[in-house]
């Protein structure tokens, strides 16, 4: 069973920034795109960036130039900086992978912008 464990959410203000991780057991994050999504309260949930094996990217139109993704395959952790802040942004973010046709998702963490 991969594990998939979010961190780094909090409490932030308005123009503020937080670095989420995601980190997984076992090796997998070197060969697998790994895919972030959050739950806004009142919303459908929301795709909002890739980043593939190799380290290419693709964003949200509601995320792309204040959100950046990365990764360090040798810690199997993926990190999304989060900068600019706005309060649209709370919600519940959550990291998933496919492995071997499995799904896998995290149990999220929160994160809460305020005005």
């Known amino acids: 069973q991969v594990q998939l464990v979010e961190s780094g959410g909090g409490l932030v203000q308005a123009g503020g920034s937080l670095r989420l991780s995601c980190a997984a057991s076992?090796?997998?994050?070197?060969?697998?795109?790994i895919n972030w999504w959050r739950r806004i309260p009142g919303k459908q949930r929301e795709w909002i960036a890739l980043?593939?094996?190799?380290?290419?990217?693709n964003y949200a139109d509601s995320v792309k130039g204040r959100f950046t993704l990365s990764r360090d395959n040798a810690k199997n952790t993926v990190y999304l900086q989060m900068n600019s802040l706005k309060p649209e942004d709370t919600a519940v973010y959550y990291c998933?992978?496919?492995?071997?046709?499995?799904?896998?998702w995290g149990q999220g963490t929160q994160v809460t912008v305020s005005s």
């Open positions: 980043i593939s094996h190799g380290g290419s990217t």
């Open positions: 076992g090796r997998i994050f070197g060969i697998n795109n």
């Open positions: 998933y992978v496919t492995v071997a046709g499995t799904q896998y």
